[in-house]
């Protein structure tokens, strides 16, 4: 019996001592947990700007989430900070973090509208990033670029604006290429542009606002590094969405960082 009780207790310390995470820093099973709700009270932030219109009451959202999972604000941006220094693993656990998302919209059943399907002109916010959030840059790819394309079965509303948020890690000081944004939106013979480089690691907002007299059937764009970028090891951008805004929309402020250049092409 006594043999038996040393046996269990060392392979306790095994299985303590294989962890790759410090001991001050959230456990990786946690950091699934708190990020799952995290990205809910993201989405619901967002998406209900009437109902949290200040950054106060949008702060209050999250501190729930930190109370409900037994940590600080502090505690939560020094793992993010390890975690960022350790991408594969924090990738890892992301990519189970969306596997858990996608189960619960499965669990729900198909009781969501499309958001592309047209139906959604009486929204005045509303994500329509329909693509993977998540994108690695890869220096051994012959091509480091994520492009997207949104068509909606039904033009969005004239003056609709457009928000195109999105976390970086991986970025360093001496990176050569860095990362470029371009948004356009297609209103009948005008092309809107907005085009933003990315320059150091954290979140950034792209705002394009479209001319007020014109539907827009199509919104694309694109991220990527031009030139040989082999001077850094992986770039990664996550937790990527596109909200859509009516026109008017007391939503639409200044983005978060610098300004964009805006270009309007006419055929």
């Known amino acids: 019996m006594t043999n038996r009780f040393f046996a269990f207790v060392a392979l306790l310390c095994l299985v ?10 959230i456990s990786e099973k946690k950091m699934r947990s708190l ?9 619901i932030v967002e998406t209900n700007y009437d109902k949290y219109p200040t950054s106060k009451e949008r702060e209050a959202v999250y501190d729930a989430v930190f109370r409900t999972h037994r940590i600080t604000q502090a505690e939560y941006d020094s793992s993010l900070v390890w975690y960022g220094q350790n991408m594969d693993l924090y990738m890892q656990i992301y990519k189970l973090v969306l596997s858990d998302v996608n189960k619960s919209i499965d669990d729900l059943g198909e009781i969501k509208p499309n958001p592309l399907s047209g139906d959604v002109s009486a929204k005045d916010s509303i994500d329509v990033w329909i693509f993977n959030r998540f994108f690695t840059f890869n220096p051994n790819r012959v091509f480091n670029t994520l492009k997207f394309s949104v068509k909606p079965k039904m033009p969005y509303s004239s003056g609709s604006s457009y928000v195109l948020g999105l976390s970086v890690w991986g970025l360093g000081d001496v ?22 480089e990315i320059t150091s690691d954290g979140y950034y907002e792209v705002v394009l606002r479209t001319v007020p007299v014109k539907q827009v059937p199509c919104v694309y764009g694109y991220i990527r590094i031009d030139g040989e970028a082999s001077d850094y090891h992986r770039i990664y951008i996550d937790k990527i969405r596109l909200m859509k805004y009516n026109y008017g929309s007391k939503a639409i402020g200044a983005p978060r960082d610098s300004t964009e250049n805006v270009d309007i092409y006419q055929n």
């Open 16 to 25: 303590a001592s294989c962890s790759r995470v410090p001991k001050d820093i």
């Open 35 to 43: 990020l799952y709700d995290m990205l809910l009270a993201e989405a």
């Open 175 to 196: 990176t050569k290429y860095k990362p470029v944004i371009s948004i356009n939106a297609v209103q009948a013979d005008t092309i809107v542009t907005v085009n933003k």
